[in-house]
């Protein structure tokens, strides 16, 4: 499955963004998008990969960060193999590269991640 990450930007703190995250038709040998839970990673300057979350393949479940807990969610379309998410209250410490990511696994870890978009840039001004 190959991912496209976009919709970063730049917004004062305190602002809004959704990201999207789109999957190509092309399929892994025996899966397509709506067989994977879907991630999101973000990586700031200097700091490590980082998880932010995840949604279940079925759309039901969801487990965020502590951090971002409560002021972003995730939500999916599987009939337009697309992902977003949503982000209120952004925070200067939110300013990272923000990635998408899918797994067989449902987990928080990025080396269960097999297939990475791009990543989208999000910068949050004081």
């Known amino acids: 499955v190959q991912l496209q990450a976009s919709g970063g930007g730049l917004v004062q703190a305190g602002g809004s963004l959704r990201l999207s995250c789109v999957a190509s038709?092309?399929?892994?040998?025996?899966?397509?998008?709506?067989?994977?839970?879907m991630g999101w990673f973000r990586q700031a300057p200097g700091k490590e990969r980082e998880f932010v979350g995840v949604i279940s393949w079925t759309g039901i479940n969801t487990r965020f960060a502590d951090s971002v807990k409560g002021r972003f969610t995730i939500s999916r379309d599987n009939a337009k193999n697309t992902m977003y998410l949503r982000m209120n209250d952004l925070k200067p410490e939110d300013t990272a590269v923000y990635y998408c990511?899918?797994?067989?696994?449902?987990?928080?870890?990025?080396?269960?991640?097999?297939?990475w978009g791009q990543g989208t840039l999000v910068t949050v001004s004081s």
């Open positions: 038709d092309r399929t892994s040998a025996e899966r397509t998008f709506a067989d994977y839970n």
């Open positions: 990511a899918s797994s067989t696994a449902w987990t928080t870890v990025p080396n269960a991640y097999g297939y």
